[in-house]
């Protein structure tokens, strides 16, 4: 949630955004006695954040890139 929330912020405020997908973790979510597994969050939370508000990479690309 806080990458969430930092991500969306700081597009808000006209900063370029990069999120490191592989070095966000989160946990499994129960939602009205359904059990959302994590690895549904995270991609729910990546793609949502993808699209506008940052570019959501692997941390090697984000290396690769500054190489």
Same mark, same amino acid.
């Given at each position: 949630? /806080?990458?969430?929330?930092?991500?969306?912020?700081?597009? #808000?405020?006209?900063?370029?955004?990069?999120?490191?997908?592989?070095? /966000?973790?989160?946990? #499994?979510?129960?939602?009205?006695?359904?059990?959302?597994?994590?690895? +549904?969050?995270?991609? %729910?939370?990546?793609?949502?954040? %993808?699209?506008?508000?940052?570019?959501?990479? %692997?941390?090697? +690309?984000?290396? +690769? %890139?500054?190489?």
């Amino acid at each position: 949630m /806080c990458i969430d929330a930092t991500t969306r912020a700081a597009f #808000d405020l006209g900063f370029n955004c990069i999120v490191a997908e592989d070095a /966000c973790a989160t946990r #499994d979510l129960n939602f009205k006695g359904k059990i959302i597994k994590a690895s +549904e969050v995270h991609a %729910s939370f990546m793609a949502a954040l %993808s699209a506008p508000y940052a570019r959501v990479i %692997s941390t090697k +690309e984000i290396i +690769e %890139s500054r190489a």
